[in-house]
């Protein structure tokens, strides 16, 4: 046990190992939000009128709005005008036509969190629009997708270029005034990805973005949006890191997916934000609205996440199944150690025939981490045959962390089939005698069944993600176990 | 409904003036709830408001067993203050009704050692009004005691709480019987258990316009365990709500809870269980599961296992199953002669046997199934 503490007590102390700041000259506004620093961040983004009017009518609706305090986290209140709206990275004013333009010190960002855009072209096969705080610096691999029709790009050029598709799907998911953080992103989000995939086309590549908050006290607000077209098929892959920081950071992101007809989607996030140290003092605050939405039938929607980062977590990517037969999936890994919190879920609502869903959801609580998984299952009176299967399973390391379940099942169709499944437990004394019998250290063997226990969800990700998650998550707990 | 005048017309034994009192204040301050409320969002309450109910006596009828004490509260106030005290629990709108409205009620109790050779049985009967009757069960230590607690009603509003105090070493087989059609019935259960105490409570839903319970449990000792059994058919408008609580205080403690649910008509049932695990409850088992059967579209079902845990060496789990009779095994009775509407009586009734049986005496688990099983087959032809 002694050198268990030990061995703990190293691995607390350790420092997050992606903490650092890159000295980028940034255009900002000051702190604060009025209809004034919305109007700002949308004509610097040669916004069209309807764009501006959007976002004020989000704003306004934001005021009536109330924080929500439902779910099992605590925090300080966020002050709303600390908080600064806007940032671009000063040297692409111009606009960086390609990699070679690119500001070398955030390419050097990026070598350091192992994400080396130019052997990613070639090697991984994968376009990366690496959006660095607010603004897209790097667009790869853009003409290769357009050969085949494919629209990928950074969500203000998507505006500028297609406007009809934005203002077609644009908040069709996530309405403003979903709720008060989707709300809050509705009126300044400042940049994202966009994607449309055409009518039966299998798209090539992983399409991938990397997210950094960099700028100190730049809140980040996100906003992607994905369409696949009729037969089409797309895997997205979203991935984040972010250096050390002493304030809380505020990020509050909008994720839309729509899926017509025979569509699918794919779509694999690994966020590793800074989790505060080991006092809960800094980390940034996620606050994410995800949503995807089968409109067509046989569609299919998948979200696959492991969240190891962030001081706290507050993110239910969710699938509204409305076509016929369409099938929506949530696989989640979600690792609190230290004074983390993470509420989790997902929101599986069937609305067509024959629907199907089904949530698997991992979560591991180490130290003082907080962990709940809290989802929805609903069966509307017409979705005859919808099925659902839900396992959501705990982990607890450490006598100080907690694992809660609050799952809702409502349904209202006596045709439909809803299981749902739930464990907590520690890891067993055995199994770790077991593993250290054969010669493993207590270290690997700890490694070994965490990896067991998330092995359902790894496989639903990606190759070179899969192996970048297990990584974090082995980095991530190790020192937490004793 | 005028809560006030109802309230300071309350009357009884003057040793419970200050808690009504004080229970009456938290009510007017609270209200009822609202389906804002996370805990009352699928059951409204509130049409409460809108009648005028009479404050009735419920008739009381206790047949107690050699080595069990009964008392009615009037008579027995003294001894029943310090145990209503001690355990008020200011923040439920019904207890606090109860409580606010205190006079009808018994105090049960049995001494330690004590080998009571029969179960004790209570009926209790209202009709039209309001009624609010109140248990005290103490138990005390190395003892046993099985209490049959029945509902007999046809109409009016009856917010019943019963609340045990069972010593260690003891063992107690509770079962909560409700017959009803058009009544209303808001129950709260509560129990507290010491050292190597085991409950047993079975709580059975006939029915009833809208019938809520709300179930306590408080493991203070270790070694303790509980058993919450539970079965409610409701067809027609019915509307059958069930939270439950156990609340996992110190190490060492088992649960299981096993609800299950026949839902024919519009009938709607919710089921809340809520597991809380202590920060020092390590080595606490604890298992709940719950299963629908939706016999008709417009049945509904809201169903929400919660486990809340913050200790590490725990063993805990949930699962809640949702659906209908299995076409397969009806096709399988079907090839073996049987008629569908057998065929399908056949399948519901076994899937509510799993909770009847386990009710330990025979006599009492014969008569329950007959119960269920008489009122299947009104509710399959109304979902045929």
Redo the contacts between chains.
């Keep these: 046990m002694n050198s268990e503490t030990e061995m703990l007590r190293e691995y607390a102390e350790r420092d997050y190992q992606f903490g650092f700041v890159t000295d980028v000259e940034t255009d900002t506004v000051p702190a604060g939000l009025s209809e004034d620093v919305i109007r700002f961040i949308s004509k610097r983004k040669h916004e069209p009128k309807w764009l501006t009017t959007w976002r004020l009518e989000a704003y306004r609706h934001w005021l009536t709005m109330e924080e929500p305090h439902?779910a099992n986290i605590e925090y300080d209140p966020i002050n709303y005008q600390d908080i600064v709206y806007y940032s671009a990275p000063k040297s692409s004013a111009d606009g960086p036509k390609s990699l070679d333009d690119v500001d070398p010190e955030l390419i050097a960002t990026y070598e350091k969190l192992g994400i080396p855009l130019h052997e990613r072209e070639k090697l991984a096969g994968v376009a990366v629009d690496a959006v660095f705080d607010s603004v897209s610096v790097a667009t790869t691999f853009k003409d290769q997708l357009a050969a085949q029709g494919i629209i990928f790009c950074s969500f203000s050029e998507a505006v500028q270029e297609h406007p009809e598709l934005v203002r077609k799907y644009l908040g069709s998911v996530v309405p403003r005034s979903d709720n008060f953080f989707a709300a809050l992103n509705s009126a300044v989000f400042t940049d994202g990805s966009f994607a449309y995939i055409p009518k039966g086309v299998q798209c090539p590549l992983e399409l991938s973005t990397y997210f950094r908050i960099n700028a100190a006290k730049t809140g980040q607000f996100e906003r992607t949006l994905i369409i696949a077209d009729e037969g089409s098929c797309v895997s997205y892959l979203e991935g984040c890191t972010a250096p050390m920081r002493d304030e809380n950071q505020l990020h509050a992101a909008v994720v839309e997916l729509v899926a017509l007809n025979d569509a699918n989607i794919k779509y694999s996030t690994v966020q590793n934000w800074y989790p505060g140290n080991e006092d809960g003092v800094g980390g940034i605050f996620n606050f994410v609205t995800k949503r995807g939405a089968c409109r067509g039938s046989n569609s299919r929607i998948s979200w696959t996440q492991v969240e190891t980062g962030s001081a706290i977590t507050w993110k239910y990517p969710s699938c509204i199944l409305q076509g016929d037969n369409s099938v929506g999936e949530f696989y989640s890994i979600a690792l609190s150690a230290k004074r983390q919190q993470a509420d989790t879920g997902t929101k599986m609502v069937h609305i067509g025939r024959n629907t199907r869903s089904t949530i698997i959801s991992k979560g591991i609580s180490a130290q003082w981490g907080q962990n709940s998984y809290r989802g929805q299952v609903k069966?509307l009176?017409k979705a005859e045959g919808a099925r659902n299967y839900s396992q959501c399973d705990?982990l607890?390391?450490?006598?100080?962390?907690?694992?809660?379940?609050?799952?809702?099942?409502?349904?209202?169709?006596?045709?439909?089939?809803?299981?749902?499944?739930?464990?907590?437990?520690?890891i067993g004394e055995d199994q770790l005698f077991y593993c250290q019998q054969r010669g493993n250290s207590l270290e690997d063997s700890i490694n070994l069944i965490v990896n067991g226990f998330c092995k359902e969800v790894f496989r639903e990700l990606p190759m070179e993600f899969a192996v970048e998650a297990q990584k974090l998550l082995e980095v991530s707990l190790e020192g937490s176990v004793g | 409904m005028d809560w006030k005048a109802l309230l300071a017309s309350a009357d009884g034994p003057p040793e419970l003036a200050a808690l009504r009192t004080a229970a009456s204040a938290h009510f007017l301050d609270r209200g009822l709830p609202s389906t804002r409320d996370e805990r009352w969002r699928y059951t409204d309450t509130n049409f409460l408001t809108q009648q005028e109910l009479e404050l009735l006596r419920p008739v009381i009828k206790a047949d107690a067993p050699a080595g069990v004490r009964v008392r009615p509260l009037e008579e027995a106030a003294d001894a029943a203050v310090p145990l209503l005290a001690a355990e008020a629990d200011m923040t439920h709108p019904f207890r606090l009704l109860n409580t606010a409205l205190l006079r009808d009620g018994l105090l049960v109790e049995v001494e330690d050692n004590a080998k009571p050779e029969r179960e004790l049985l209570l009926t209790i009967t209202t009709t039209s009004g309001l009624a609010v009757p109140r248990l005290l069960v103490v138990v005390g230590e190395n003892t046993q005691l099985t209490l049959v607690e029945r509902y007999r009603t046809d109409g009016g509003t009856c917010l019943p709480v019963t609340q045990f105090s069972v010593g260690s070493g003891s063992r107690v087989e509770h079962l909560r019987i409700h017959h009803g059609s058009n009544d209303v019935h808001i129950g709260c259960v509560e129990v507290r258990q010491q050292r190597d105490s085991l409950v047993t409570n079975h709580l059975l839903t006939f029915g009833g316009r809208l019938v809520r319970n709300d179930l306590q449990f408080h493991l203070l000792g270790s070694g303790a365990e509980a058993r919450l059994n539970g079965l409610y058919l409701a067809d027609g408008e019915q509307h059958v709500d069930n939270h439950t609580t156990i609340e996992h205080a110190v190490p060492h403690c088992d649960s299981r809870e096993t609800y299950r649910g026949i839902l024919g008509g519009k009938a709607s049932a919710v089921f809340n269980g809520r597991v809380h695990v202590h920060p020092d409850a390590q080595r606490t088992d604890a298992q709940q599961s719950n299963q629908n059967l939706l016999l008709t579209d417009d049945a509904i079902i809201h169903t929400k296992p919660e486990l809340e845990i913050y200790a590490d060496d725990v063993k805990c789990t949930h699962g809640a199953t949702v659906g209908q009779l299995d076409r397969e095994a009806l096709f399988y009775l079907r090839s073996r002669g049987l008629a569908y509407d057998e065929a399908r009586r056949m399948l519901v009734d076994s899937f509510a046997a799993e909770i009847v049986r386990r009710i330990t005496d025979e006599s009492l688990r014969d008569e329950l199934a007959e119960t269920v099983i008489a009122r299947l087959p009104g509710m399959l032809a109304e979902a045929a």
């Excluded at chain 1, 962390?401 to 809803?418: E, I, K, M, R």
Aim: hydrophobic share 30%; with cysteine.
């Design positions: 439902w069966i009176k705990s607890l390391i450490g006598e100080q962390c907690g694992a809660h379940t609050f799952p809702c099942l409502d349904v209202q169709n006596s045709s439909a089939h809803v299981e749902h499944e739930a464990s907590t437990s520690k």
